[in-house]
């Protein structure tokens, strides 16, 4: 007796299961016909097949169903796997057929030639959209980085946390958080799992991760931003410095670029190169020495003491794969007053921070730091910024009672993935985008 | 030279460690002073282990720091590993101390005494109770279960997906949602990725997994709820029936229960007992027979067509234990009118549908069935539940394309915690839930 198999299990052992009889379930890709033979190429998550219907020698109810078959009906066929002369080298002679399901209506966006329309129309129809073999193999790439983000931090010791996306303040102060109506009172939603994964650390746990939603309510719209998206969070404890924490994050990257081998189907298909990361490190460049950088080689000014711009993160991108042939650069040392209150202030200059940003091929996609796990200098940072400490009573409490020193990163998983296969907008590598417009589908 | 280790590290590999120098870094769990000789406990998430310093053989600096400590100080301790005829066997002969913290206040909760504390204050001072052994074991066997989870479906070809949580409806009415002001409109967190996992099958992906929270705005408080959780949501294509799914399911609680050794430390804290699963499965008893079995056995009565309330869950949970050695029972069949608009109704008995929930010991963790794949039958179901169409119209659009056969299952990962360990409150399995009366810490 034979089983149904994925398309992708069926070419790997084909050279096995030539003569024999398979059964493929999926979607009707392309459909052929040439009169005495129809061609039905079939589709599933793995991978496309081409089956061969020999009319001559089917039976009458078999005819019927492939009478009416069009694109994107729902089949599982079954028949003889052969060598042929199609790209993936095999076929199916086919000898039956399951209808399952079939399109009510005129497919709104054709799934082989999704990515001629535009990005609304593909997101409107996203799940027509994600069929196409190009698009899918975004988020099969999407599961395996988060897949080795987790294989790489628990071999290091890092232990997953589940923490709360409901919580009584945002991190900063009440801007671009969303609010919630949690039973009588407002809550909001987590802008990240910064304070608890701190108090995880706090509470003993000291290495640990989560991967989970973010939600930042900021009116832009841009290529770069999602008001909904999934972060990688790492939180460290007792760490010597801020450098321990981008070892921790360099040591992710460096798994990432050394596996990339394992998904090397979707990155062919959207020829995206290796990661290259110098054997000594990725350069770590004070961010006051990335001002003279941009300015000496580019030409482009950034105000003393304030944030790269997009087009600053993109040059120092270029100087760092040409000086240093690397795609990563930490710029550190960032000022405090861009940073927020649980940022860590340089001993000997506190108007700098003990803090970084990762830029991969010019695109911020990491942010971290030591934090402040002193009592009182936290009490003090928060009077710096001017954030009121009753608000943030329940979170200086966690330090009252033994807190290691520690530091850690958060990590933009779409960010990633999108810079991985050279993505031009961030929507492209969330399967539902939520953006100021889209709360749909 | 040698670096920081793990306590569970050092103790790991103490007979090739025995008379090294060795460096440990945690909180002090206890101190115990015999005048000439300081015992001082280090903890650290893998274990605790004995330093002993020898007041006659340390420096002035470090007596003065010694003198200091208590309970809670964060400390790093460097010394020579040798055995002693401690818990452990070994113990480490102290050279040195480095304090990176204490205590600024009397310690609220003490904590390898926290669980004599009501659970109030223990979730009042969750960072202070959860460096308790006891509790943190809980959830270092949370990530295990979650592990566990993506390893077993990843091996049968499912694919992580990252659903959005903001959502524009609620997956049955507007009962039990958070509403969350979205920019200029309302929208809601989402009760479960129902919609969303459901999508991801007809959008190609067919076999899914997520792991991620859901919120629930029930305001019901009782040791089996949370308002916030998360769930292991699976979601599979080309079923032949709800017993594929239910195959699913098992095939991870019988991976638990073979791989429950690699948590053992925890279960034997826990005096947990190993998982029962018959070899010929756990039994499948339709939802009209557990209603005569539980009069029958037990004079219980729950009405005709009613979903089973937690006495009626427990008993039947007793039953199955007794007849057939199973500490897992699916229940089949469910009445139509308990279940939500998306279920699929039974083709003979329409007020009877292909869903199961599965008790764990006697209480509910997974809720799953077949789903209703088909455009007509849906709008049906919908006019039947007494619901808007144009409500659910984003969500009827998925079904127009090509929507194969499929059903699907959500897990509670905090009440398959509490019932590995026999918890008695589910607040027990979750760091920081979230009730009606908690959004803090």
Redesign the interface.
Same mark, same amino acid.
Request: glycine share 6%; hydrophobic share 40%; aromatic share 18%.
């Given at each position: 007796m034979y089983k149904?198999m994925?398309i992708g299990d069926v070419l790997a052992k084909a050279g096995d299961l030539e003569g024999s009889k398979v059964r493929v379930?999926?979607?009707i890709h392309r459909i052929r016909d040439l009169g005495g033979v129809k061609f039905v190429i079939v589709?599933?998550?793995t991978g496309t097949l081409q089956t061969v219907f020999k009319k001559s020698e089917l039976g009458e109810e078999v005819l019927e169903e492939l009478e009416g078959l069009r694109e994107?009906?729902?089949v599982?066929i079954d028949g003889m796997l052969r060598r042929a002369p199609t790209k993936e080298g095999f076929e199916v002679a086919a000898s039956s057929l399951t209808l399952?399901?079939?399109?009510?209506?005129p497919?709104?966006l054709e799934v082989h030639s999704s990515l001629k329309a535009g990005l609304t129309t593909r997101l409107k129809y996203?799940?027509?959209d &994600?069929?196409n073999p190009l698009v899918?193999g975004i988020?099969?790439l999407? #599961?395996w980085v +988060?897949?080795k983000f @987790?294989e790489y931090y628990?071999s290091q010791?890092f232990?997953?946390?589940?923490?709360?996306?409901?919580?009584?303040s945002g991190t900063e102060s009440g801007a671009n958080v969303?609010?919630?109506?949690?039973?009588d009172?407002v &809550?909001y939603?987590a802008q990240s799992p910064q304070f608890?994964k701190q108090? #995880?650390v706090? +509470?003993?746990?000291? @290495?640990v991760y989560e991967i989970?939603?973010v939600?930042r309510?900021e009116?832009h719209h841009t290529v770069r931003h999602l008001?909904?998206y999934?972060s990688l969070d790492i939180e460290v404890g007792?760490i010597e410095s801020y450098h321990d924490v981008m070892d921790y994050v360099e040591g992710f990257f460096r798994k990432l670029a050394e596996d990339l081998r394992e998904v090397e189907d979707v990155l062919e298909a959207h020829q995206a190169p290796r990661i290259r990361i110098p054997e000594s490190g990725a350069p770590r460049i004070p961010i006051r020495k990335a001002y003279e950088i941009l300015e000496s080689e580019y030409g482009k000014r950034i105000p003393y003491g304030e944030d790269l711009d997009p087009e600053g993160e993109k040059l120092l991108g270029s100087y760092v794969r040409e000086k240093y042939n690397s795609d990563l650069v930490f710029v550190i040392d960032y000022p405090w007053r861009v940073r927020p209150f649980y940022a860590m202030r340089k001993d000997d200059e506190p108007e700098w921070t003990y803090s970084f940003d990762l830029l991969f091929r010019g695109l911020e996609v990491v942010t971290g730091g030591q934090r402040e796990?002193?009592?009182e200098r936290l009490r003090e940072n928060l009077k710096d910024k001017g954030l009121k400490e009753e608000e943030f009573q329940?979170?200086l409490?966690?330090f009252?009672?033994?807190?290691?020193?520690h530091g850690g990163a958060g990590m933009g998983?779409e960010r990633i993935t999108m810079q991985i296969l050279g993505l031009q907008n961030i929507r492209e590598a969330?399967?539902?985008p939520?953006d100021?417009e889209r709360?749909?589908?």
């Open positions: 149904r994925f379930c999926g979607w589709r599933d998550r994107e009906c729902v599982c399952l399901s079939r399109p009510l209506e497919l709104p996203r799940w027509l &994600a069929r899918s988020f099969v999407k #599961a +988060a897949r @987790r628990s010791g232990v997953e946390i589940f923490t709360p996306k409901i919580v009584a969303f609010p919630v109506l949690y039973f009172r &809550a939603l608890y108090f #995880a706090i +509470a003993g746990f000291e @290495r989970g939603p939600f309510a009116p008001n909904e999934h007792f796990h002193r009592y329940y979170y409490e966690f009252k009672h033994g807190a290691p020193p998983l969330r399967l539902l939520r100021t709360i749909t589908p």
